[in-house]
């Protein structure tokens, strides 16, 4: 059997400094990925968060919709959506809309969050992470399904309540994390797990084991892919600098006290989840990764680091596409 692995975009339309009006950017963006449709795409991906300054993407599924009446066969997902922080049987109604809307190019990824704002403006609590997730899941399964809701748990209490319309293709639910509970959590749960800059794999497979159930993973790849990649490096530095730092001031790796910000852009490209690749080292680096993880379904890029322009980021994309993809597709069929 031909081995397919689809091959995407991930967004999170930030605009730091806003140089450019958040009207173009989102016009610029939906061409950028109908074009990169075009040249070999397969997948695109976006993720949430509230409050940032620099605009960081509060509503993916708005977005998702208009992605989706632009392109033909794209497939579409978050990575991720904050389910700690959503209502589930209305984030199942969204969520059935874009299943309907696409025709069932729609798979919905979900994650913890950690941003201490973001819960205390929702009124949710990170210490009741877990039992937010686990029940929220348990609910979206129901609710995907179309007939009543019942669940009565820690968190939230239904009965009898059904969501319409629902889809002939329900979405998937794919779950993110980095921490090992995280990731033993969307084995057992999930249709498939997000990893984050290659985080978890080993993990996950072997949680997929002891679960006995079918999974797939979706990786969220960070690589810089040029002809020259210590010069596109040296280009997107500050970009990366700023998408580094920012990320371990919210906490995501660690509490934010406990764990320093790079001082300049070639530690952080050094020290963070970055990958520098050639077209030679990126076929090689990815062909390795999905030889040893059949598991992986869809590998996703940056479309361009914050505050880095469209066009900029597009030439890495085109590179890719015809320096890389073709080459690590015929290696892996």
């Not at 973001?118 to 929220?136: C, H, N, T």
Request: proline fraction near 6%; charged fraction near 20%.
């Amino acid at each position: 059997m031909t081995r397919t692995v689809n091959f995407g975009l991930w967004y999170d339309f930030r605009n730091p400094g806003a140089e450019l009006s958040f009207e173009k950017l989102y016009r610029g963006c939906l061409d950028q990925i109908v074009w990169a449709e075009s040249i070999g795409f397969n997948s695109v991906w976006l993720t949430e968060h509230h409050f940032i300054a620099d605009g960081y993407s509060p509503s993916p599924l708005v977005l998702a919709a208009a992605i989706g009446e632009r392109t033909k066969s794209m497939r579409i997902g978050t990575n991720l959506m904050l389910l700690t922080l959503a209502d589930p049987l209305r984030l199942a109604e969204d969520a059935s809309a874009l299943a309907i809307l696409t025709e069932g190019r729609f798979d919905l990824g979900v994650g913890l969050g950690y941003r201490q704002l973001e819960f205390d403006y929702f009124g949710r609590s990170v210490k009741q992470r877990p039992s937010l997730m686990e029940e929220g899941v348990a609910i979206l399964r129901q609710a995907f399904t179309g007939e009543p809701v019942s669940h009565h748990g820690k968190r939230y209490d239904i009965e009898g309540l059904a969501i319409q319309p629902t889809a002939v293709k329900p979405p998937r639910i794919l779950m993110g994390g980095m921490a090992p509970p995280a990731i033993e959590r969307a084995a057992r749960l999930g249709d498939g797990f997000l990893s984050t800059g290659g985080i978890g794999h080993d993990e996950y497979v072997a949680s997929l084991k002891e679960t006995g159930r079918p999974g797939a993973i979706f990786a969220g790849h960070w690589g810089i892919i040029a002809a020259d990649p210590e010069r596109e490096a040296a280009h997107v530095g500050p970009y990366a600098l700023y998408q580094t730092n920012e990320y371990i001031r919210w906490g995501a790796f660690g509490p934010p006290d406990e764990t320093p910000v790079f001082e300049d852009a070639a530690s952080a490209i050094e020290g963070g989840l970055y990958e520098l690749h050639d077209g030679a080292s990126a076929v090689a680096s990815l062909t390795e990764m999905l030889l040893k993880y059949p598991e992986i379904e869809d590998v996703h890029f940056w479309a361009q680091f914050p505050g880095e322009s469209i066009e900029s980021g597009s030439a890495r994309l085109e590179y890719i596409a015809n320096d890389v993809l073709p080459e690590v597709r015929r290696n892996i069929a």
